[in-house]
């Protein structure tokens, strides 16, 4: 199965028409190369420095920093209002931070719109899934990859060069299918979006995003409000893709998922970084389990 | 995928029923469409004659029917690219329209190189063709600039800046200081409260551009005779043909926002009507998005003003208050809001039956029962109800259809609110596609046909 869904998320034909497109093509030849060389530099494609953000008198992020490495799974835990949620919108461009910077691959993008931040490989789910609802689930899919030709009004209307954009629209569409087959849901494909249920939703979201190309997700919460089979499947499916190349940032509740998952662990408190290390490290910290779990359950 | 013709003559994909891959006629959205407006046609004749129309009333009456239909059709059009597809609340409609029709007039309104005579005023003497595309284009970016502010705006306080901006436009239109001035040697204006004459006559206008004036008079002479017109044929015919060339244009909305619609970009706009932020998050450049939508919007929302008040012969600044605005909305929701198929047949509907049906009915009753005589108050009118008698009522009633067809229109609206708030046509899926979308083709690899779903608790895969 691993062989036969390799190429799903990597979309290699996509972007024929847009200037990038050679490169395209030659980072997918080498992506195995890549990957391997990736994981021994260590690159960090996230930075953040100092993040503060301030709501009013509020304090919601108070001086964050850390460093997400390449090819990783990383959870950003903490107890509710510890700050994770707004760090995410810092980071997507939802919010513009009051200070500090943002790095993703070494480029500054603080304080960018969230569709320059995703443009750039970047992409993020959302906490309730933002499923577009009353598009079928297909829709939602098409939606997402970048370059598309028609999405430029003129080309879309006008007769002679609408050849084109069909044309791109049948290649991106075969790629949809084989993302939604990846995930299991292509049965569902005609179904409004609005239809599906809770785990439905995330498995959809986790899809469309990956259509957009990314380097890196953010996911917010992916495991809230899924029943536990879905979880599984969902989980099969984020370890899957991280042995592709991706880099996760996970905000998760569940302590034990992010435990057993994740091989970094930033635990946030009060708007600053508590303490991080690998699972076994944070279990250990006394300051955690005082944070974070209030100091009465040793887990 | 053989979707190149569907896509080319500009119709809808409709997924729903096209999964079996059978097609009949009927499938085929212009064929419902047309069926609808020759049914409508129909029916008025048939009302024609129970009031004893001769064949001059009966031809008059559809060419001031296909008007209506045109019009209305093209506004809800427009409006459905707005609100249908991007969810941007516009009640603004009529602003767009009166400044597309002013600049039209200003730009083809005969030149007055001398100052005209008082409650008169020229304009710049150019030919109706490009009058009508300085319309289009003033409206676009008149609705570009109302759009760089407002779109930031919520939708509901987007809705305020709109109609606010039409109420603008409105009162701008009045202004004492503008009714005349010279420009470049020019005397023109925008006629202040006593509005302005439109000294160009569209239809003529066409018939000249094509050189077939002569041709036009000889045939309308002709034919007018065997139908037994009467005499002076011409303005009759006339009206039935600027029906016939409002029915081009709409031909011409009705492909261009097919297309806009089902491509990638009318699938952000949709996106965006969904779920903007999520849209973002997708590196969509929504701003963007929106505003050439709006600006698209607007621009035919001037043209078909320009198509509806050029042929009345004079615009004031009153025709612009707000109601034709909401009759507009009126139409999109009968129709269904999202579909364009809908938005036409909205327009249809809603002025044949709603905006002159009222009246043609009046005319029908009065007609039939010469003895009835209403009341000529109200109080009159309903007093002898306690004697069990309605008819003073049912004839005060009917006597005063012009004044209660908005309420008639308030009920329709409240009625579909609660029963079918989709419309006619606003419960299809038509995904927006240049292609078919159909179930995948190829041959599924077998590990997904053993897809195990655990999730699939809720029920609602049939909303058909």
Redesign the interface.
């Known amino acids: 199965?691993a062989a036969?869904t390799r190429e799903a998320p990597t979309m290699s034909d996509t972007e024929a028409g847009t200037p990038d497109a050679a490169t395209e093509h030659d980072a997918v030849g080498d992506a195995d190369a890549d990957e391997a060389e990736s994981r021994v530099t260590g690159t960090v494609p996230l930075r953040v420095e100092g993040l503060r953000k301030e709501f009013g008198g509020i304090v919601a992020v108070d001086g964050t920093s850390f460093e997400i490495e390449e090819g990783t799974m990383t959870g950003l835990i903490g107890p509710n209002g510890a700050g994770k949620s707004t760090t995410f919108n810092c980071i997507?461009g939802?919010h513009e931070p009051t200070a500090g910077t943002v790095q993703f691959q070494g480029e500054d993008i603080t304080g960018l719109?969230?569709?320059?931040v995703?443009?750039r490989g970047l992409?993020?789910t959302?906490q309730i899934a933002?499923?577009?609802?009353?598009?079928?689930v297909?829709?939602n899919m098409?939606?997402?990859p970048?370059g598309?030709?028609?999405?430029?009004?003129w080309r879309?209307?006008l007769p002679f060069v609408?050849g084109s954009?069909?044309e791109q629209?049948?290649e991106i569409?075969?790629d949809c299918?084989e993302m939604l087959?990846f995930f299991?849901?292509?049965?569902l494909?005609?179904?409004?979006a609005g239809?599906?249920?809770?785990?439905?939703r995330k498995l959809l979201e986790l899809a469309?995003?990956l259509l957009?190309e990314p380097t890196m997700l953010l996911l917010d919460e992916p495991f809230a409000g899924?029943?536990?089979?879905?979880e599984e499947?969902l989980l099969e499916h984020i370890h899957e893709l991280r042995e592709q190349g991706y880099t996760f940032l996970i905000v998760e509740h569940d302590m034990d998922l992010i435990m057993q998952n994740c091989e970094h662990i930033i635990v946030m408190h009060q708007g600053q970084v508590l303490t991080e290390g690998t699972p076994a490290e944070v279990k250990q910290n006394e300051q955690v389990v005082e944070a974070y779990l209030g100091g009465e359950v040793g887990e | 995928m053989s979707d190149a013709s569907a896509a080319a003559d500009g119709d809808a994909p409709d997924a729903d029923e096209s999964d079996n891959g059978s097609f009949t006629l009927w499938d085929q959205d212009a064929v419902k469409l047309t069926t609808l407006v020759i049914g409508l046609f129909a029916l008025y004749l048939l009302g024609g004659y129970l009031l004893g129309y001769g064949t001059r009333q009966q031809l008059a009456s559809i060419g001031q029917l296909s008007v209506l239909i045109g019009v209305f059709a093209m506004l809800a059009l427009a409006l459905n690219l707005h609100w249908g597809y991007t969810g941007l609340f516009n009640i603004g409609i009529i602003g767009f329209m009166a400044i597309g029709i002013y600049a039209t007039a200003v730009l083809s309104k005969g030149a007055a190189t001398a100052e005209p005579a008082a409650g008169s005023t020229g304009g710049f003497g150019l030919p109706l063709w490009m009058g009508i595309i300085g319309g289009v284009i003033a409206a676009a970016i008149f609705g570009g600039l109302v759009a760089l502010p407002a779109l930031r705006l919520r939708a509901d306080y987007f809705a305020i800046v709109t109609v606010g901006i039409s109420e603008i436009v409105r009162f701008t239109l009045l202004e004492t200081e503008i009714q005349k001035v010279q420009i470049a040697g020019y005397w023109t204006g925008l006629g202040g409260g006593s509005g302005l004459i439109l000294d160009f006559d569209p239809t003529d206008r066409f018939l000249e551009a094509f050189g077939l004036m002569d041709a036009y008079i000889g045939f309308s002479d002709t034919l007018g005779e065997q139908l037994g017109v009467g005499s002076n044929p011409k303005p009759i015919f006339d009206t039935l043909l600027y029906g016939l060339i409002l029915f081009v244009f709409l031909i011409g909305f009705y492909m261009l926002l097919q297309r806009t619609g089902n491509s990638p970009y009318g699938r952000v706009l949709k996106a965006i009507r969904e779920d903007e932020e999520a849209t973002k998050s997708l590196g969509k450049d929504t701003n963007r998005f929106k505003i050439k939508g709006f600006m698209l919007g607007c621009a035919l929302m001037g043209l078909a003003g320009i198509l509806f008040y050029a042929e009345q012969g004079a615009i004031t600044p009153d025709a612009f208050r707000p109601r034709l605005t909401f009759y507009v909305w009126i139409a999109l929701i009968i129709g269904g809001a999202g579909s364009n198929t809908g938005s036409v047949a909205g327009g249809a509907v809603f002025a044949a039956f709603l905006f002159r049906g009222p009246i043609f009915f009046k005319n029908i009753v009065q007609n039939t029962f010469d003895s009835l005589d209403a009341p000529s108050t109200f109080g009159q009118a309903v007093s002898p109800i306690t004697g069990a008698d309605p008819i003073p009522l049912v004839a005060y009633t009917i006597d005063n259809m012009g004044q209660l067809q908005l309420v008639l229109m308030g009920i329709v609206l409240i009625y579909l609110m609660h029963n079918r708030p989709e419309g006619m046509f606003g419960h299809r899926k038509e995904p927006a596609s240049p292609i078919r979308l159909q179930d995948r083709t190829q041959p599924k690899p077998a590990a997904s046909a053993a897809a195990t779903d655990g999730g699939r608790d809720q029920g609602g895969t049939d909303d058909e």
Do not use: C
């Open positions: 199965m036969g997507t939802v719109a969230p569709n320059k995703a443009n992409v993020r959302f933002r499923e577009l609802e009353e598009m079928t297909l829709e098409l939606l997402a970048k598309q030709r028609g999405e430029a009004l879309s209307v609408r954009v069909i629209e049948t569409l075969e299918w087959e299991e849901i292509d049965h494909a005609h179904e409004y239809n599906l249920s809770g785990g439905q469309r995003a957009t899924v029943n536990p089979s879905l499947r």
